[in-house]
């Protein structure tokens, strides 16, 4: 992303941590109109060399006022945000990364806390440009890793082809490429070489009498003075099929509409008459060498080996639980099968040494007893009868003196 889209287009979401903070600098910067006009026609020199930055003297002092607010907000944010990560993190173990800590501060003035100087507007421009930049190289990192893939899949297709078929895809192939070799240029969305070839195409005028002013009431079908998104897009439709940079950078209060005004301002800047075509892939230098590829590839495959070698120790580990889950099913089993045998015993002997029952089923505890005690009696009595009977004399006593 270049520097002017950094400061032009702030509505735009960088994904930086301190997105907020730069865009509601550059919102306040445009209240100013002194500096909106600076804006509106610095380039990429006046953002670089700190020229634009100098301009924050001349602005208002309700203006500086407001940037002197925002800074302190984000000083505090930055302070809870640091204290946070010392807090989740144990201090005495871990050794703290000062630098780490002071690069949190890059886009702003530390040693001024207070205060929102040219210097703040300098560092916050530059730093989210680098930011922006890194962001842009990992993007394209992800960018060469998705062609190298698809180079990959594709040379992977071929060997599964008989000599017939891969002559006959790789000739495909190269016909495509030629086809997107002859393609016509593309010229950037908005540019005057964009304008111009609108004008020339579909409204069918002298380019060399190209007129913004005209062009633009041209193309507002419903003559409300602004150029409405289906607008835009009809106007950019041979370029680009979205148009959110383009509205963006030249939707300059945000309101999703294009006016005269804004439009006529966008044509002012020096990239407007910069008439550079876009590059197709084809038109460029590779993505990516073979050497990256060969790299690429061993890289695919040692990933592979390793998900081969998870997938069959997680396989292992699932034939295990399933081993287990049988062994602790036995047991359960077993288990119930034990309790069901005890619980039939336990009915077996209750039912044996249980009482007999009356008519009404109350328990008959007398007649058991009655029993006992009518065994137990009888035979002393026998006993005793038969005693006194063996201690009787044969024969009864006869003629016995009689004592006087």
Same mark, same amino acid.
């Given at each position: 992303?270049?520097?002017?889209?950094?400061?032009?287009?702030?509505?735009?979401?960088?994904?930086?941590?301190?997105?907020?903070?730069?865009?509601?600098?550059?919102?306040?910067?445009?209240?100013?109109?002194?500096?909106?006009?600076?804006?509106?026609?610095?380039?990429?020199?006046?953002?670089?060399?700190?020229?634009?930055?100098?301009?924050?003297?001349?602005?208002?002092?309700?203006?500086?006022?407001?940037?002197?607010?925002?800074?302190?907000?984000?000083?505090?944010?930055?302070?809870?945000?640091?204290?946070?990560?010392?807090?989740?993190?144990?201090?005495?173990?871990?050794?703290?990364?000062?630098?780490?800590?002071?690069?949190?501060?890059?886009?702003?003035?530390?040693?001024?806390?207070?205060?929102?100087?040219?210097?703040?507007?300098?560092?916050?421009?530059?730093?989210?440009?680098?930011?922006?930049?890194?962001?842009?190289?990992?993007?394209?990192?992800?960018?060469?890793?998705?062609?190298?893939? &698809?180079?990959?899949?594709?040379?992977?297709? @071929?060997?599964?082809?008989?000599? +017939?078929? $891969?002559? !006959? %895809? *790789?000739?495909?192939?190269?016909?495509?490429?030629?086809?997107?070799?002859?393609?016509?240029?593309?010229?950037?969305?908005?540019?005057?070489?964009?304008?111009?070839?609108?004008?020339?195409?579909?409204?069918?005028?002298?380019?060399?009498?190209?007129?913004?002013?005209?062009?633009?009431?041209?193309?507002?079908?419903?003559?409300?003075?602004?150029?409405?998104?289906?607008?835009?897009?009809?106007?950019?439709?041979?370029?680009?099929?979205?148009?959110?940079?383009?509205?963006?950078?030249?939707?300059?209060?945000?309101?999703?509409?294009?006016?005269?005004?804004?439009?006529?301002?966008?044509?002012?800047?020096?990239?407007?008459?910069?008439?550079?075509?876009?590059?197709?892939?084809?038109?460029? &230098?590779?993505?990516?060498?073979?050497?990256? @590829?060969?790299?690429?590839?061993? +890289?695919? $495959?040692? !990933? %592979? *080996?390793?998900?081969?070698?998870?997938?069959?120790?997680?396989?292992?580990?699932?034939?295990?639980?399933?081993?287990?889950?049988?062994?602790?099913?036995?047991?359960?089993?077993?288990?119930?099968?034990?309790?069901?045998?005890?619980?039939?015993?336990?009915?077996?002997?209750?039912?044996?040494?249980?009482?007999?029952?009356?008519?009404?089923?109350?328990?008959?505890?007398?007649?058991?007893?009655?029993?006992?005690?009518?065994?137990?009696?009888?035979?002393?009595?026998?006993?005793?009868?038969?005693?006194?009977?063996?201690?009787?004399?044969?024969?009864?006593?006869?003629?016995?003196?009689?004592?006087?």
């Amino acid at each position: 992303m270049c520097d002017v889209c950094v400061v032009a287009c702030p509505l735009q979401d960088t994904g930086l941590y301190y997105d907020r903070y730069l865009r509601e600098v550059i919102e306040v910067l445009e209240t100013d109109p002194h500096f909106r006009e600076k804006l509106q026609t610095a380039n990429t020199e006046d953002i670089k060399n700190g020229r634009l930055s100098k301009e924050l003297d001349l602005v208002g002092h309700h203006v500086r006022t407001r940037l002197d607010e925002l800074k302190r907000q984000e000083v505090s944010r930055l302070r809870m945000l640091l204290k946070a990560k010392l807090d989740s993190t144990n201090t005495q173990s871990l050794q703290m990364d000062h630098a780490s800590l002071l690069k949190q501060f890059e886009h702003l003035d530390p040693h001024n806390q207070n205060t929102f100087e040219a210097k703040d507007l300098e560092l916050l421009i530059s730093t989210a440009t680098k930011d922006l930049e890194n962001y842009d190289a990992e993007r394209h990192d992800e960018f060469k890793r998705y062609e190298m893939l &698809k180079e990959h899949e594709r040379r992977e297709y @071929l060997k599964g082809l008989d000599q +017939e078929k $891969r002559e !006959k %895809e *790789e000739k495909r192939m190269e016909e495509l490429k030629d086809k997107h070799r002859k393609h016509p240029k593309v010229n950037a969305p908005g540019s005057v070489a964009q304008l111009r070839e609108v004008w020339e195409e579909t409204d069918g005028l002298d380019p060399t009498e190209f007129n913004p002013k005209t062009f633009f009431k041209l193309h507002d079908a419903n003559g409300d003075g602004v150029l409405d998104e289906q607008e835009l897009e009809a106007l950019f439709a041979k370029e680009v099929t979205h148009i959110p940079l383009t509205c963006v950078c030249v939707d300059i209060n945000q309101d999703r509409l294009v006016s005269l005004e804004e439009f006529l301002k966008s044509t002012d800047k020096k990239e407007f008459n910069n008439p550079k075509e876009w590059d197709t892939l084809d038109d460029t &230098k590779p993505v990516f060498t073979e050497a990256e @590829l060969q790299r690429f590839e061993a +890289e695919l $495959r040692t !990933k %592979e *080996e390793e998900l081969g070698k998870r997938a069959e120790s997680l396989r292992q580990e699932q034939d295990l639980l399933k081993e287990r889950g049988k062994a602790l099913e036995a047991q359960r089993r077993e288990y119930q099968q034990a309790v069901l045998e005890m619980s039939q015993r336990k009915e077996k002997q209750a039912v044996e040494g249980q009482p007999p029952t009356g008519p009404n089923g109350e328990l008959q505890f007398h007649q058991e007893m009655q029993k006992l005690e009518d065994q137990g009696a009888k035979a002393p009595v026998e006993q005793e009868v038969q005693e006194a009977q063996n201690n009787l004399p044969a024969e009864p006593p006869q003629n016995l003196p009689i004592h006087t």
